[in-house]
């Protein structure tokens, strides 16, 4: 049955004053106009972990609703909190599975596995998408002149970045070392050259959250980045996109750094010629 408990029911599975996730043996009789309810706490490791609640069409009161079904519950509830326990350590244990541990953000591996269904739908839907390969400029010798504490600073103060330029639905990734991915849906070339921009014209505001020296022998940190759109009117794999939004970056990396390349379409064999306009 996929409603959700009477709110008396809910209130009442934990008394005033108790600490929230402290064991109980917390039993709740409760009756609206229809039906009977009956919950009592689960546990597991000393503390509340969830609740089973029963209900069924009201016999006459609640009186003849004593027996069997409070005994179900008393005696399923152990492993039930037992079960509830385990498929929470899963679900924390998958999630840290697929996130950098540094930046929060997704990890290569699960970006792949995201973008597989991501991209499939493009075509599916026949709307556009982008990827953006971003790659942090100078990076190297920001670790090997003030340490990687304020690397690993100017990485997270990136990937905050790239949520606050996220819209649902978008996914971003910390593909390895200095470099990221972000993908937007429904987004066309125009679109994606005004995202990279915005990115771009954040840097100032990047610098001076961590606290980089001004050093005028130190060249400045800023972003190469890639950009490949997803035409669904072009047809081709995942492996094929990734690929143009990587030389795409990399062509930003051979014209001097800083700044974004517009990969050309997924027709064309020829490598970009020309930067996309900034």
């Not at 609740?51 to 027996?67: E, F, H, M, T, V």
């Amino acid at each position: 049955d996929p409603s959700m408990p009477p709110e008396p029911l809910l209130r009442a599975l934990r008394k005033p004053g108790d600490d929230p996730g402290a064991a109980s043996e917390h039993e709740i009789d409760f009756e609206d106009d229809e039906f009977i309810h009956q919950a009592v706490s689960v546990a597991h490791g000393g503390r509340v972990n969830g609740a089973i609640w029963l209900r069924w069409k009201k016999p006459g009161s609640l009186a003849q609703a004593d027996g069997l079904p409070r005994t179900l519950a008393q005696s399923a509830a152990r492993h039930i909190g037992i079960a509830i326990a385990h498929a929470s350590q899963w679900h924390i244990l998958n999630e840290l599975s697929r996130t950098d541990g540094l930046t929060g953000l997704l990890n290569r591996r699960a970006f792949t596995q995201d973008l597989a269904q991501r991209h499939a739908h493009r075509y599916r839907v026949q709307r556009p998408a982008a990827l953006l390969y971003i790659d942090v400029d100078n990076f190297k010798p920001v670790n090997d002149r003030f340490g990687h504490a304020l690397g690993d600073n100017v990485l997270r103060e990136l990937a905050a970045l790239l949520r606050s330029e996220s819209r649902a639905g978008d996914l971003g990734a910390r593909l390895g070392g200095d470099e990221f991915g972000l993908w937007l849906e429904d987004t066309d070339a125009a679109g994606a050259a005004i995202k990279a921009q915005h990115l771009l014209d954040a840097l100032p505001q990047l610098r001076s959250a961590v606290g980089l020296p001004s050093d005028a022998a130190l060249e400045p940190v800023g972003f190469s980045i890639g950009v490949a759109i997803v035409d669904p009117q072009i047809p081709e794999t995942l492996e094929q996109t990734m690929s143009r939004a990587d030389a795409a970056m990399y062509q930003v990396k051979h014209a001097g750094k800083g700044g974004l390349w517009l990969a050309p379409a997924a027709s064309s064999a020829n490598p970009a010629t020309e930067p996309a306009p900034c």
